[in-house]
C-alpha cells in the first residue's frame, strides 16, 4: 500500500490548511487512517485517527481546530485545519493500518503503513 499525502504548506497563526491523503495498492482491508506529525527531534506524535465506521480520536492539543474525515470507498483521509498555532509546525505523516489479507484478518493481524511527510509551517 502506497500513501500519497498532498496539502501542506507555510500559514500565518489563525490561518487553515487541509491535508489529503489516497491509499493505493493491494490490501484486504484498512481498518484505520490518519495524521501523525514530528517536530525538530521529537517523537512522531499522534494528531487524529479515523476507523472505517467514522469513530476518531485527536490529540488534546488539536481538539476544535482539527478535523478528519474518510472516504472509505476511495481511501482517502483529510484533515482540516483550522486556527492553526505555531506549535502546529512540523512534519505531517499519512498513516494507515489494516489487514494485508483474509489470512491476517482471521489472525488479527495488522500491518502499518506511513506516507512520505508533508512539512506544515505556521508563522508567529
Known amino acids: 500500500v502506497q500513501l500519497q499525502a498532498s496539502g501542506g504548506g507555510w500559514v500565518q497563526t489563525g490561518g487553515s490548511l487541509r491535508l489529503s491523503c489516497a491509499a493505493s495498492?493491494?490490501?484486504?482491508?484498512?481498518?484505520?487512517m490518519g495524521w501523525y506529525r514530528q517536530y525538530a527531534g521529537n517523537p512522531r506524535e499522534l494528531v487524529a485517527v479515523i476507523t472505517t465506521g467514522g469513530g476518531t480520536n485527536y490529540a488534546d492539543s488539536v481538539k476544535g481546530r482539527f478535523s478528519i474525515s474518510r472516504d472509505n470507498a476511495k481511501n482517502t483521509v483529510d484533515l482540516q485545519m483550522n486556527k492553526l498555532k505555531p506549535e502546529d509546525t512540523g512534519v505531517y505523516y499519512c498513516?494507515?493500518?489494516?489487514?494485508?489479507?483474509?489470512?491476517?484478518?482471521?489472525?488479527?493481524?495488522?500491518?502499518?503503513?506511513w506516507g512520505e511527510g508533508t512539512q506544515v509551517t505556521v508563522s508567529s
Open positions: 498513516n494507515a493500518e489494516g489487514n494485508v489479507d483474509i489470512q491476517s484478518r482471521k489472525d488479527g493481524r495488522t500491518t502499518t503503513f
Open positions: 495498492g493491494s490490501i484486504f482491508r484498512i481498518i484505520t
